[in-house]
């Protein structure tokens, strides 16, 4: 693991998706609670079994009095999904997904009542999409590998973060930050992340295994990766959990003229860029050849010739930018404008609340067309619809 020592095992989910281990490191006690989804068929998608296992996890360390710090840990792999995207397939079961945003707002607030007693530190590693961000973001610091990657992928499937990721974000990095990556979907990498104060070191861990790695030897090269990086993460994680001295987030942006000029800069590019993104014209003249060419090939019967065209959509949408889906962005603005209002103490004083609202938002957002053209273009197999048009 690292120069920590292992302790105790203070929980472990009936299911395998999370575990809690008390610590003791540099002279201090405290707990590593790690996520791994066991169906590897989701890309360690946080479900809501494993949800609900955070949940009982978090409530042992409630009751455990003598720890000063935990440590959230994933898992290092490639990619971390957020909730499985199945789920929202079709005419999804809506009761049952505010359920589950409900429990992962509940979830993060309840992790904010740790922070006066305990030092929370979230490891980020892989690319990671949607809720995977969401719950490492819980905790009040961060670190990160050096190939990290992260999305608030949401509004590019007509919805919108449903666990606080917008929230956090705004409490972290601002409201300009958090109408970014909510609105556009857009990547950071581990340079951005410290720079915009989402975390407060990258860890240079050694070089992930190429992609392109035959599968015969994957495994080996995935396994040699762990070995040596997950103990520098780890290390990198406690030092930061036990330090005397108080973390320090980085800021973006000055508060003098230069900052206010840098931040109305962001938020006229974003401007830019959502008008850009939600132009139905870019899409659907795309959307529209390429459903052409799908139709002749399936008069053909090339079959062949009809995977390679959904793949070059995919392509050709990603060069325009993947469209946005414009009551998801409408909801990020509004909420973002509502809530930054606020001085962050205000914030915490009723986080449950206002994350409550930002779950309602997403819940909202999954009965409309937009959401189920969203969702369909990841799922579908009809090259046409991988472009997907908000109308």
């Not at 009965?367 to 908000?390: Q, S």
Request: proline share 4%; net charge negative; glycine share 8%.
């Amino acid at each position: 693991m690292s120069a920590a020592e292992q302790m105790d095992r203070l929980y472990q989910g009936s299911q395998g998706y999370v575990s809690l281990d008390k610590l003791s490191y540099q002279g201090r006690q405290g707990a590593r609670l790690q996520y791994l989804n066991p169906n590897p068929a989701r890309m360690h998608a946080v479900d809501t079994t494993g949800m609900q296992e955070m949940f009982d996890a978090v409530s042992v360390l409630e009751k455990t009095q003598d720890l000063s710090f935990c440590i959230f840990h994933g898992t290092l792999d490639a990619i971390h999904a957020g909730a499985d995207i199945t789920e929202f397939q079709g005419e999804c079961d809506l009761d049952a997904i505010h359920s589950h945003l409900k429990r992962g707002t509940s979830l993060d607030t309840r992790v904010k009542g740790l922070w006066p007693r305990m030092r929370t530190v979230g490891i980020f590693t892989g690319d990671r999409y949607g809720g995977s961000v969401e719950w490492p973001l819980f905790a009040e610091w961060g670190i990160c590998d050096k190939d990290v990657r992260i999305q608030l992928s949401e509004v590019h499937l007509g919805i919108i973060p449903g666990w606080n990721g917008v929230l956090n974000v705004l409490l972290k990095c601002g409201p300009e930050r958090a109408r970014w990556m909510g609105q556009t979907g857009n990547s950071l990498m581990a340079a951005d992340m410290l720079r915009m104060g989402i975390v407060q070191k990258v860890v240079a861990t050694a070089d992930p295994p190429d992609r392109s790695t035959p599968p015969e030897q994957w495994e080996a090269a995935r396994s040699a990766y762990v070995e040596a990086s997950e103990p520098l993460l780890m290390t990198a994680a406690l030092d930061l959990a036990t330090s005397d001295e108080a973390p320090v987030r980085n800021k973006e942006f000055a508060a003098d003229d230069a900052g206010r000029q840098a931040r109305q800069e962001l938020l006229d590019s974003l401007e830019a860029e959502l008008a850009a993104r939600m132009d139905v014209s870019r899409y659907r003249a795309l959307h529209d050849d390429i459903a052409r060419e799908a139709s002749a090939l399936r008069k053909a019967d090339d079959q062949d010739a009809l995977k390679a065209l959904g793949k070059k959509a995919v392509k050709d949408v990603l060069k325009l930018g993947k469209p946005l889906a414009p009551l998801a962005v409408k909801a990020v603005g509004k909420y973002v404008a509502e809530w930054s209002k606020l001085e962050r103490r205000e914030i915490l004083a009723d986080y449950e609340d206002i994350g409550q609202m930002e779950a309602d938002l997403c819940a909202s957002l999954m009965a409309t067309e937009h959401r189920r053209i969203g969702v369909n273009a990841v799922l579908t197999r009809e090259p046409a619809d991988k472009v997907p048009v908000f109308a």
